[in-house]
């Protein structure tokens, strides 16, 4: 029996990426958590201090300009996503914020004017993560009396909260300009592992 081989124009070509690398501002050389970007080439995210005892929230612009943030009084601040208007959001509190908050974290929005504290009504810590074009902002928080974390969507001033379905947690990772949002649960227990989904026009999709 003779091999099959696929004809040379369907050949797979290896993808090239090309990579920018750049230092933490001055003063932080602790870890360095880069985590988003946005259409403009702005990147958003974390940097520590040398001693690793606080963080403050970074913005790298395009052409290589660095800024730092931090609420007045706050140890631990990151940015997790920048939307193309140019708003940010993360958290920030008084002991290290990790990825998923902490009891007493708070969520965070920021501009280049100001910033503004986002909490989701009744939990013990909110983190947000993901903004898209319309400011639709997403995010995770704490529920105190099950110690596990649920997923929310903030749109024209009204908290949505977002759970897997018979899930014991769900995380919200991100959201996209069509309002697609991904995140990750949890089924059983908190021991189990945990999985992916993909919510889009209110119906959720495993990715396990």
Known sequence: TGLLLPPAANAQTQASCTFTM??????????????????????VGGAYATNQNSEKGFTRFSGGSISTFAPSGALFTVLNKRNLNGTSVGQYGSSDTGTFPVSGTHGLILTSKAFATLDYPGAGATALTGINKWNTIVGTALNTSTGGDFGFRHANGTFSKIMFPHSVQTTVAAINDKGVIVGGYELGSFEN????????????????
Do not use: C, E, R
């Open 22 to 43: 750049f230092s933490p501002p001055s003063g932080f050389s602790g870890d360095f958590l880069p985590m988003g970007i946005n259409h403009y080439n702005t990147v």
């Open 193 to 208: 592992p945990w999985s992916g989904y993909i919510l889009q026009n209110g119906a959720f999709k495993s990715l396990s």
